[in-house]
């Protein structure tokens, strides 16, 4: 752990592994701050997307009291709030398909400070009815987008007539044993000294928008510090990722999916949650590596010593300037968190190197790894055709004969450099180059079984427009976002929580 510091951004790592029933281990690493003070075992930091499990948990809590099922419908809860650019689509929107991140919902992520707990509503009915859009039909695919969790923290707020902000610290941090875990920031800061700054991109203005040029074109004018104080706290993407804890508490937290709490969660919807409810790539199918509901699933991992068959949870985060790892081997009753104050390169290495010592004595022997995706398809003539995205227009691939090339208009009217031909990796998935950049595009099946129907990028998703892929007025379409919505192939972006 020493030594990955300087590895990336990060300056210090806090470490906890939870066995048996209690925290075995706790240490710091490294430094918190500008002046260099140390990293404690009792250093806050904000821990990104392990923020999801939470929102999970307090919305399945609903499940369990009977007066909600897992699939009632946002519109069941939230009526009259729709999307101005997909009429409908929002409404019929699940609450397995919310937290199993199916809604096919652009991944809009506000990074403006609007602590007022009533931000979530406000903003759920305002700004985001009138610009979010569906990238493609709730059930496509796996599409990872955190307002699928900002509306569940709506959901929860609607049901419990609280703020979702107490709903987590009350119900599920307090009952476990959280005293260090905070939903909001005055909160923590009223309450916590020991608080890391973070180390990370430091932006020219608040982003509040659903313009990509501004959210990726503009506004990190450099590196450096931020101060716990100076820390947005937003109240709409808080149940997506903006919670603060500790180490220890997030290692606590890893027990419960060991050992379980009634009095928070029964064990029949723990489990439920703790299994992949959908494949996370195409062709991959949920008991091999899946989301369930706040987590994902494998049917093992790999570390320094080889790939282990043995089930593994798993769910780490990142914001502008902290990261996390969480993980969880359940048959061994094992867990191990990990938070940073920037992004550390080696911390996935890192968390599975603790992940592996600490269950040394359980694990079983190194195995060869199963071989979850196929090699590409001799034809690919099957992917050609015509396209079309909400925000970058049409796009069309063609079989040149020897390559599949595509042509998306919009990259052109940015001057920007494209290679055309689609690399294949996987069968139904291909790399795409724009400036230099590679990243993926998925093909999927429609409902009724049409092949190659949608090509899905997170940022993106190209519809086959002889389906009728639904398009929003023409006012609505914003061609010249187009190059700022590649990002690399599997790395979160900036503005993004993973």
Avoid: C
Avoid at 202 to 211: E, K, N, Q, V
Avoid at 276 to 285: H, I, L, S
Avoid at 289 to 311: C, E, H, I, K, N
Wanted: glycine share 10%; charged share 15%.
């Amino acid at each position: 752990m020493a030594d990955s510091l300087g590895d990336g951004y990060a300056t210090g790592y806090s470490v906890a592994i939870w066995r048996d029933g209690e925290v075995i281990y706790a240490e710091g690493f490294g430094t918190k701050d500008a002046a260099s003070n140390p990293v404690t075992t009792d250093t806050v930091f904000q821990i990104g997307s392990d923020t999801k499990k939470m929102t999970a948990i307090a919305l399945l809590r609903e499940v369990d009291a009977g007066t909600i099922e897992l699939d009632t419908t946002v519109g069941d809860l939230l009526p009259g709030v729709t999307l101005a650019a997909s009429p409908g689509a929002l409404e019929s929107l699940t609450v397995h398909q919310l937290l199993s991140h199916q809604t096919g919902l652009f991944d809009y992520t506000p990074w403006s400070d609007a602590p007022d707990d009533a931000e979530l509503q406000a903003r759920v009915a305002g700004a985001f009815a009138a610009g979010e859009y569906a990238m493609m039909p709730a059930g496509i695919a796996w599409s990872y987008s955190n307002p699928n969790f900002s509306l569940a923290g709506a959901l929860v707020e609607v049901l419990g007539d609280r703020p979702w902000a107490e709903v987590v610290i009350d119900d599920i941090a307090t009952p476990l044993g959280m005293a260090h875990t905070y939903a909001r920031r005055d909160d923590m800061l009223a309450h916590e000294t020991d608080v890391a700054s973070g180390f990370g991109p430091i932006l020219d203005a608040d982003f509040d928008t659903f313009d990509l040029i501004e959210i990726y074109g503009t506004g990190v004018s450099s590196i450096g510090w931020t101060t716990p104080e100076n820390h947005v706290d937003n109240a709409f993407t808080r149940p997506a990722g903006l919670v603060w804890s500790t180490a220890s508490d997030m290692a606590t937290l890893a027990g419960f999916f060991v050992n379980g709490d009634d009095t928070v969660l029964s064990d029949a919807l723990r489990e439920t949650m703790s299994t992949g409810q959908v494949g996370m790539a195409v062709n991959v199918a949920p008991d091999e590596v899946g989301y369930g509901y706040g987590l994902m699933a494998a049917g093992g991992f790999s570390g320094p010593q080889g790939y282990r068959a043995t089930p593994l949870l798993q769910h780490g985060g990142n914001t502008l300037d902290m990261s996390s790892a969480f993980l969880v081997l359940p048959e061994q009753g094992v867990g191990v968190s990990i938070l940073s104050n920037g992004a550390g390169e080696s911390m996935d290495l890192v968390a599975a190197v603790a992940l592996e010592e600490a269950a040394a004595d359980r694990l079983p022997e190194p195995s060869t790894p199963p071989q979850l995706l196929d090699p590409p398809a001799a034809d690919l003539t099957g992917y050609a055709g015509a396209f079309s995205d909400l925000a970058l227009g049409d796009a069309t691939i063609t079989w040149s004969g020897t390559d599949l090339e595509i042509d998306v208009p919009s990259f052109a009217m940015l001057g920007a450099s494209v290679d055309p031909v689609l690399m294949p990796i996987y069968r139904d998935v291909f790399f795409m180059t724009v400036e230099g950049t590679q990243f993926d595009l998925s093909f999927y099946p429609a409902p009724d079984g049409t092949p190659n129907a949608y090509a899905v990028n997170r940022s993106f998703v190209f519809g086959r427009a002889a389906m009728g892929a639904p398009r929003p007025p023409m006012a609505a379409l914003r061609p010249r976002d187009g190059l700022q919505r590649v990002s690399p192939l599997w790395a979160p972006t900036p503005l993004r929580l993973r």
